[in-house]
């Protein structure tokens, strides 16, 4: 009979099980980030990716997105593409089909609700370009916010096939106000879409709720959570609350001791995000 297990290792062991599950079902997928400035759009990338981070301990854990504010030193200024090669499939290669094919992050910068109420920008379109899969990498997003014509630019493009998004996730920070017209805009494209291609999946993450205190966190979340299903159209369990990591968290040795309460919010979320009930838009050749 083996050793009785501790109540931490218990949680890290179904952690751990959990973890390898939504690698695989990662495998080949091809996700797009969208939220408001500050909505912790980029650190729940990081988030990601540090919780599916299965390194060799000699590898120490290296950010993905950069993180930042508003304005000129925004986190993100470009579309990124970010490629969830290392360590996670180096690690298990005995259970993942094909290693090479890891799933891809598309970040774009915040898209303020100020922003979507000028004439000149047409957020719903760019959504519907960047699902198709017609925004180069390093594009530079807030250019397009503030200029028309770079988004006739973009729609004489021609679709890249390896920047297909199969999956939409809105990252909404339950620290600040309701992003109702940036949700609207989502909301609009995802319709769009669904009628020309079958689309993309459409999931909402909260965030940043361990910034409010137990009671106004648990009403905002029900609130919000309400608000999602009814603008986005979308069911209950599409929408997850989860904890992001911070900055100070992410620089860490591989070595070092994860949160397991951050991470089973994330693995839990992605696991469903990732099952082909929820999530019937997938690539085909994966």
């Known amino acids: 009979m083996g050793k009785k297990l501790s109540k931490e290792e218990q949680e890290q062991k179904e952690v751990n099980e959990l973890r390898t599950k939504v690698i695989k079902l990662f ?29 060799d301990p000699e590898v120490p854990y290296q950010e ?10 925004h986190g993100t200024m470009t579309y990124r593409t970010y490629t969830m090669k290392r360590g996670l499939f180096q690690s298990l290669k005995s259970q993942v089909p094909n290693p090479s094919n890891a799933p891809k992050f598309f970040d774009i910068a915040g898209v303020s609700e100020t922003l979507l109420q000028r004439d000149h920008f047409d957020f719903k379109q760019l959504l519907i370009y960047l699902v198709q899969g017609k925004v180069k990498e390093f594009t530079q997003m807030i250019e397009v916010y503030n200029n028309k014509q770079q988004l006739k630019e ?7 096939k390896s920047n297909k998004v199969w999956i939409m996730v809105c990252v909404v920070s339950l620290y600040d106000p309701f992003p109702q017209l940036f949700l609207e805009q989502v ?4 319709r769009e879409l669904e009628s020309q291609d079958g689309g993309a999946s459409v999931f909402v993450v909260l965030t940043k709720g361990d910034r409010l205190d137990r009671v106004d966190r648990s009403t905002r979340v029900k609130d919000f959570r309400k ?57 085909e050749e994966s």
């Open 27 to 55: 495998h080949g997928q091809q996700i797009l980030f969208v939220g408001t400035p500050g909505s912790g759009k980029s650190s729940f990338v990081n988030t990601v990716n540090h919780a599916l981070n299965l390194v």
């Open 154 to 160: 973009i729609e004489k493009q021609e679709a890249i």
């Open 227 to 283: 608000r999602c299903q009814t603008v986005v159209n979308i069911m209950e369990r599409r929408i997850f609350e989860v904890n992001n990591y911070l900055p100070s968290e992410l620089k860490i040795d591989a070595t070092m001791t994860k949160n397991i309460e951050k991470e089973k919010s994330v693995v839990a979320a992605l696991n469903l995000m990732l099952q082909p009930a929820n999530n019937p838009v997938v690539n």
């Open 64 to 73: 993905f997105a950069r993180i930042g504010g508003t304005g000129a030193d």
């Open 187 to 190: 909301a609009s494209a995802a």
